[in-house]
């Protein structure tokens, strides 16, 4: 029996954050300002136009917010570009198994397009993804769950037979209220999702398949 996986990006498939935290702290002091380590882990995982209000204050205007956001993700993408990037411990085997064994994947990430793509080349797992759900696809961040729903609406799938994998709190509750299963990956948080593991590694053979054959009440 397989159905659908809807994959976050950022702290699931792959390990983005040492860049993204490069890339605010060079931008944001050309801004004129700092921000600390805590604080950005904070806003790690939201969209850029929920975290740039915080920084730059109530009266930052619209094109300000844009310049600011266009100008890190830039800086992000070179990052990327210049070092590469490496899958999470048993992220690239999982999308390679689930894709022989003709489960339909989609990344469901509110990054923008132009940085989810860019990490997609960098990891070599395009092939494998039927769907691919950016920042640009969507008007809501996680918790809600907009996301995933138009990633299983994009493939065809009824949210009873997707399954999210994703590594952050807010983006198990969106699953919950998308009625998806979901597994959670994480050795720093406490995840309220189905399966909970420190890394993909742990994940037994079956855990996907068990998951769709109990669906959500």
């Known amino acids: 029996m397989t159905g659908a996986v809807l994959w976050d990006l950022d702290g699931t498939l792959v390990d983005s954050e040492g860049y993204h935290w490069r890339a605010w702290q060079q931008i944001v002091a050309a801004e004129g300002f700092s921000i600390t380590h805590d604080e950005f882990l904070q806003t790690f995982g939201l969209r850029n136009d929920e975290i740039l209000p915080r920084w730059l204050g109530p009266g930052a205007t619209p094109a300000r917010i844009a310049a600011v956001a266009q100008a890190k993700e830039a800086l992000y993408r070179k990052l990327v570009h210049e070092s590469g990037l490496h899958a999470l411990p048993g992220a690239a085997e999982w999308v390679h198994r689930l894709a022989r064994q003709g489960w339909r994947q989609a990344i469901a990430s509110s990054a923008p397009r132009d940085n989810v793509e860019a990490m997609i080349d960098a990891l070599g797992l395009r092939a494998c993804f039927d769907v691919t759900i950016a920042g640009e696809d969507v008007t809501a961040g996680k ?11 994009r493939l065809g799938a009824p949210p009873s037979t997707c399954i999210v994998v994703e590594d952050a709190a807010m983006g198990i509750e969106a699953a919950r209220r998308a009625r998806m299963r979901s ?16 890394s993909l590694t742990e994940l037994p053979q079956d855990a996907f398949a068990s998951l769709l054959a109990h669906p959500c009440p």
């Open 183 to 198: 597994i959670g990956v994480s050795g720093k948080v406490r995840l309220a999702a189905d399966c909970v593991v420190s």
């Open 143 to 153: 918790p809600d769950p907009q996301v995933f729903l138009t990633a299983a609406a």
